[in-house]
C-alpha cells in the first residue's frame, strides 16, 4: 500500500455506527452531489459534463486518490465516482483502501468505481460486508449515458450495481455448496440482475415476465436462502450479499 493511502487511512474518521443509511446534505435544489475522481483529465471532463447533462451536481473534481478524499470530507457529496486505474503507483490494493476510507467518512459516502478490469476478487474485497451504496462498472461497457447516469443515482441511494460481467464470473466461481446453486436457473437470474442493481420493473423487462412473477420468484430467493424478515428487512441486500459469496 502506498504511504499516501496510508496517511489518507490513518487520518480517516471512524465511521459512526448509528447511521445505517447515506445521509449527506443535500443540494438546495435536491440534485444528487458528486465528486469526480479520475487521473485523465479528459475522462474527468467527460464524465463531469455526462453527470451535469443528467442534472447530477458535480461539486468537485480531483485528479488523483489524495485529493478525490480530500474533497470528499470537505464537501460532503452523495457519491464518489472513482476512475483512478491509471493514476502512477496507485495499485488495485491502494484503490480498494481509498473506496474503504470514502465509505467509512461520516457520513459515509457511496461509491461508483470505473475500471479497465473485471476483477471479481477486488470487487467482492471492497464490498465487504456492506453492498450498500456501491458500484463497479468496466469501462467500455457502458449500454448508454442514461444506463451510466442510471446507475449513479442508483448508488449514490444506497443501492448496489455491478457490472454484469462481473456478475457472470462471481457466478462461474460459485461451490456446489453454496446455498444460491440450490437456486433455479431463472431464480439465479432474479438474482444476478438485483446484484446489478436491477429494479423489479428492468427484471420484469428483461426476463418478459410480469412484476409479481419476478416478486414470486424473489420470494422463493429470500426462502431458500433463510433471509426471513427482520426489524429492518434489508432482505434485498443480505440476498446480493449471499449471490457476492459473503
Do not use: C
Amino acid at each position: 500500500m502506498s504511504v499516501a493511502v496510508r496517511t489518507l487511512r490513518s487520518a480517516s474518521p471512524p465511521l459512526h455506527r448509528g447511521r445505517s443509511r447515506l445521509t449527506p446534505a443535500p443540494s438546495m435544489d435536491g440534485a444528487i452531489r458528486v465528486v469526480v475522481g479520475s487521473h485523465d483529465p479528459l475522462p474527468r471532463a467527460g464524465i463531469t459534463q455526462v453527470l451535469r447533462e443528467a442534472t447530477i451536481d458535480v461539486v468537485a473534481s480531483a485528479s488523483n486518490a489524495a485529493d478525490l478524499v480530500r474533497k470528499a470530507r470537505a464537501y460532503h457529496p452523495d457519491l464518489a465516482v472513482m476512475d483512478l486505474d491509471t493514476e502512477p503507483g496507485l495499485s488495485d490494493r491502494d484503490r480498494a483502501a481509498v473506496a474503504g476510507i470514502l465509505r467509512s467518512i461520516d457520513p459515509p459516502v457511496a461509491v461508483l468505481i470505473l475500471s479497465l478490469s473485471a476483477d471479481e476478487r477486488f470487487v467482492v474485497d471492497v464490498v465487504g460486508e456492506r453492498p450498500q451504496g456501491f458500484g463497479f462498472l468496466v469501462k467500455g461497457r457502458f449500454g448508454d449515458v442514461e444506463e451510466f447516469t442510471a446507475s449513479a443515482r442508483h448508488v449514490a441511494a444506497g443501492g448496489t450495481a455491478i457490472d454484469p460481467i462481473v456478475i457472470s464470473r462471481l457466478a462461474g466461481r460459485r461451490r456446489t455448496d453454496d446455498p444460491v446453486a440450490e437456486l433455479t436457473p431463472r431464480e439465479r437470474e432474479v438474482l444476478a440482475l438485483m446484484a446489478e442493481g436491477r429494479s423489479n420493473q428492468f427484471i420484469a423487462r428483461q426476463l418478459v415476465v410480469t412484476i409479481p412473477g419476478v416478486e414470486r420468484h424473489i420470494t422463493s430467493i429470500y426462502a431458500k436462502l433463510e433471509l426471513w424478515s427482520n426489524g429492518d428487512d434489508h432482505r434485498r441486500v443480505r440476498a446480493i450479499l449471499r449471490y457476492l459469496g459473503r
